[in-house]
């Protein structure tokens, strides 16, 4: 049912304090799959994901009453999992014994697990290269990579120009190739 | 540049990355999207914080409180090692074969040579008018010999 409802349907009965919750439970319905997939790139473990995709939602609830629909409700919402996947991961880099090292090892963990990774060997190598870039230049390179989104889309998600983005997604393409191709 | 010419980059730029499927690899737990919408509004029913819980007061002392006792002890062996240790006065000690030899005049020149630097405030107070009467008491404890002292005055 909720992918029958438009956005704009559904920002209309979130606009009614009556039937907020459950115009909420559906763009939460609709818009989940897809942000997941983004979130999960970007920190791959699954309990983590789950956090940083809650912390999204929760976030669009309070802002939702604000949004002027100005842009996508589903861009809007991207930019919301964009920060708080980026703020996730600096949260990480804090503490006194944090290396670039041990991140990497933490986020490729799951990698190697079979409980929560089902791809091929050249998949995995695929994510750990991916994981190997910095934090906003890896959002560049899932958005337009593995989501396909149009740079002004991804402009609008980042705030960065795309200028800048199609720089950035041209640099993490060839460093992908690069790391994948050595042995 | 086109949707066409980008993948004919990408095509280019990075051969094996292009010819790699798109596919999720990541396996999502059972019932997971079931779940969550659930999971969420239970969140918000809760006015659940999506910032890093603040630290409470008591967390705070907790923390401080030892960090503070740490610098108070390393200021105050810092202190303690910048004031200056008494002087030991280094005094040779004579062996009892040489002080024996020491006779009254050498001692008492020796006190004399160090009399100049004795001020009158080092001796105290100096009553002049001493009555005689505790002069001679002083005398009588001191088991001083008054016949020869009277003796002596006489001469």
Same mark, same amino acid.
């Given at each position: #049912?909720?992918?029958?409802?438009?956005? $704009?349907?559904?920002?209309? #009965?979130?606009?009614?304090?009556?039937? /907020?919750? !459950? +115009?909420?439970?559906?763009?939460?319905?609709?818009?989940?799959?897809?942000?997941?997939?983004?979130?999960? /790139?970007?920190?791959?473990?699954?309990? $983590? &994901?789950?956090?940083?995709?809650?912390?999204?939602?929760?976030?669009?609830?309070? %802002?939702?009453?604000?949004?002027? %629909?100005?842009?996508?409700? !589903?861009?809007?919402?991207?930019?919301? +999992?964009?920060? $708080?996947?980026?703020?996730?991961?600096?949260?990480?880099?804090? %503490?006194?014994?944090?290396?670039?090292?041990?991140?990497?090892?933490?986020?490729? %963990?799951?990698?190697?697990?079979?409980?929560?990774?089902?791809?091929? +060997?050249?998949?995995?190598?695929?994510?750990?290269?991916?994981?190997?870039?910095?934090?906003?230049? /890896? +959002?560049?390179?899932? #958005?337009?990579?593995?989501?396909? #989104?149009? !740079? $002004?889309?991804?402009?609008?998600?980042?705030?960065?120009?795309?200028?800048?983005?199609?720089?950035? !997604?041209?640099?993490?393409?060839?460093?992908?190739?690069?790391?994948? &191709?050595?042995? | 540049?086109?949707?066409?010419?980008?993948?004919?980059? *990408?095509?280019?730029?990075?051969?094996?990355?292009?010819?790699?499927?798109?596919?999720?690899?990541? @396996?999502?737990?059972?019932?997971?999207?079931?779940?969550?919408?659930?999971? =969420?509004?239970?969140?918000?029913?809760?006015?659940?914080?999506?910032?890093?819980?603040?630290?409470?007061?008591?967390?705070?002392?907790?923390?401080?409180?030892? =960090?503070?006792?740490?610098?108070?002890?390393?200021?105050?062996?810092?202190?303690?090692?910048?004031?200056?240790?008494?002087?030991?006065?280094?005094? @040779?000690?004579?062996?009892?074969?040489?002080? =024996?030899?020491?006779?009254?005049? @050498?001692?008492?020149?020796?006190?004399?040579?160090?009399?100049?630097?004795?001020?009158?405030?080092?001796?105290?107070? =100096?009553?002049?008018?001493?009555?005689?009467?505790? *002069?001679?008491?002083?005398?009588?404890?001191?088991?001083?010999?008054?016949?020869?002292?009277?003796?002596?005055?006489?001469?």
């Amino acid at each position: #049912m909720s992918e029958e409802l438009s956005d $704009e349907a559904l920002l209309a #009965m979130f606009a009614d304090e009556v039937r /907020r919750h !459950y +115009a909420f439970n559906l763009i939460v319905h609709k818009h989940q799959r897809r942000l997941y997939s983004f979130v999960r /790139r970007m920190v791959t473990d699954p309990d $983590e &994901t789950q956090d940083v995709l809650q912390n999204t939602f929760i976030k669009a609830w309070k %802002g939702l009453p604000d949004f002027r %629909g100005d842009s996508q409700l !589903y861009s809007w919402l991207y930019r919301i +999992a964009h920060n $708080e996947s980026i703020s996730h991961l600096a949260r990480m880099r804090r %503490g006194l014994f944090t290396t670039d090292e041990r991140i990497f090892e933490r986020l490729t %963990g799951t990698l190697d697990s079979t409980e929560h990774f089902n791809g091929d +060997a050249i998949q995995q190598k695929l994510q750990k290269a991916v994981m190997r870039l910095p934090p906003k230049q /890896r +959002a560049v390179f899932t #958005m337009r990579y593995f989501d396909a #989104m149009k !740079y $002004e889309d991804m402009s609008r998600v980042t705030g960065t120009s795309t200028g800048a983005l199609k720089s950035s !997604y041209h640099i993490a393409v060839k460093k992908i190739e690069e790391w994948i &191709t050595e042995e | 540049m086109g949707p066409l010419n980008e993948r004919d980059e *990408l095509k280019r730029l990075a051969p094996r990355l292009h010819g790699l499927p798109k596919a999720d690899p990541f @396996t999502v737990p059972d019932g997971f999207f079931e779940r969550f919408p659930h999971q =969420v509004q239970a969140a918000i029913a809760e006015g659940r914080s999506t910032n890093a819980p603040a630290w409470t007061w008591w967390k705070r002392a907790a923390f401080a409180l030892p =960090v503070l006792a740490i610098l108070a002890t390393g200021a105050m062996l810092l202190l303690r090692e910048n004031t200056p240790a008494p002087v030991a006065v280094e005094v @040779t000690p004579l062996p009892d074969s040489e002080l =024996v030899l020491l006779d009254d005049a @050498t001692l008492l020149a020796a006190i004399e040579d160090n009399a100049a630097a004795i001020t009158p405030a080092d001796l105290g107070h =100096v009553d002049s008018a001493l009555d005689e009467t505790y *002069l001679l008491a002083y005398l009588e404890e001191e088991g001083a010999d008054l016949t020869e002292l009277f003796n002596t005055t006489t001469e």
